[in-house]
């Protein structure tokens, strides 16, 4: 029984350390919905997909701050950061909100605050500050480029859709795979146990 404590207790310190790990790696897909786009843009290239990295956050111009006054966030697109699993399928793991300026300077981000559902799935990546945010220059170039090529409908003339996917908490797949683990372990200790008699 103590070599059974014992596996189990190195299969557990194993997960939790490698799991943060690999959860830091560049993500491997974003998908933008929004006013005039026909359906979402995936995005892929890893140059591109790396610009929207969460850990980084090079999205933001942090210098700048917090915008103070809530800017004009009419059209607003929904950006979505995927990793790739195990299984070959994606996982939401960041979601923010693109708005472009009117004017000729950078657009704005949204952070999801607290009251919103999508809070707790970027709080699982990494916590940043909530709110409006003022877009950094080189994404901002890089949003507005990819929403200008595959822009099908004037922004004006059409309707956000609302959804998001749900992200399968990592830490409960860790869970999972450490309790079959040890399970595996127990079973394969009693057989290798010699038989009285």
């Given at each position: 029984m103590k070599h059974l404590a014992g596996l189990c207790a190195v299969i557990v310190l194993l997960l939790v350390s490698i799991a943060p790990a690999l959860a830091k790696e560049s993500p491997d897909k974003v998908t933008i919905t929004g006013p005039g786009l026909a359906s979402p843009i995936e995005i892929t290239d890893p140059d591109i997909v790396e610009d929207f990295n969460p850990w980084k956050g090079q999205f933001i111009d942090w210098a700048r701050g917090r915008v103070t006054d809530?800017?004009?966030?009419d059209p607003r697109y929904e950006v979505l950061i995927h990793v790739k699993g195990n299984d070959g399928r994606f996982?939401?793991?960041?979601a923010f909100e693109y708005a472009p300026n009117p004017s000729s300077a950078p657009g704005y981000i949204y952070l999801p605050d607290r009251d919103d559902t999508r809070y707790d799935l970027n709080a699982r990546t990494i916590l940043r500050p909530t709110g409006w945010q003022y877009a950094s220059a080189d994404s901002d170039s890089v949003i507005s480029r990819i929403l200008k090529e595959y822009a099908t409908v004037p922004a004006s003339r059409a309707r956000a859709p609302h959804?998001?996917?749900?992200?399968?908490?990592?830490?409960?797949?860790?869970?999972a795979f450490a309790v079959t683990a040890a399970g595996a372990a127990a079973w394969l200790i009693r057989r290798m146990r010699p038989t009285p008699g």
């Open positions: 809530i800017p004009p966030v996982q939401v793991i960041y959804s998001i996917e749900i992200l399968k908490n990592p830490w409960a797949v860790a869970l």
